[in-house]
Nanobody, 122 residues
Framework: QVELVESGGGSVQAGGSLRLSCASN????????MAWFRQAPGKEREWVAD????????YYADSVKGRFTISRNNALNTVYLQMNALSPEDTGMYYC???????????????WGRGTQVTVSS
């Protein structure tokens, strides 16, 4: 049974930084791509970034490109999302996801974490 557990969320002022972590258990295939999605109140869940199984390729939504960095440490079964220059528009619940196929499409995600809340105040 795959388990994904997010941590690192919190409240920060605009311009600040947060680092999210997603710990997965040994059942999570290391070849799976890993992703971060977010969902603001009243909005659909949206893809933020994803990283290939080996960690060599990273992809970002245009809204976070240049500000967020996704990385993974397969030895620790952990994926990270470093978020800099945060703005109120980044507020939402952030979810970790794992997929054996496509990590930037909600319907193709195999496993989801429960989320960690990020709140950015102006």
């Amino acid at each position: 049974q795959v388990e994904l557990v997010e941590s690192g969320g919190g409240s920060v002022q605009a311009g600040g930084s947060l680092r999210l972590s997603c710990a997965s258990n040994a059942a999570t295939p290391k070849t799976n791509c890993m992703a971060w999605f977010r969902q603001a109140p009243g909005k659909e869940r949206e893809w933020v970034a994803d990283i290939s199984g080996g960690g060599r390729r990273q992809y970002y939504a245009d809204s976070v490109k240049g500000r967020f960095t996704i990385s993974r440490n397969n030895a620790l079964n952990t994926v990270y999302l470093q978020m800099n220059a945060l703005s109120p528009e980044d507020t939402g619940m952030y979810y970790c996801a794992s997929s054996a196929s496509k990590c930037n499409v909600t319907e193709r995600v195999s496993y989801w974490g429960r989320g960690t809340q990020v709140t950015v105040s102006s």
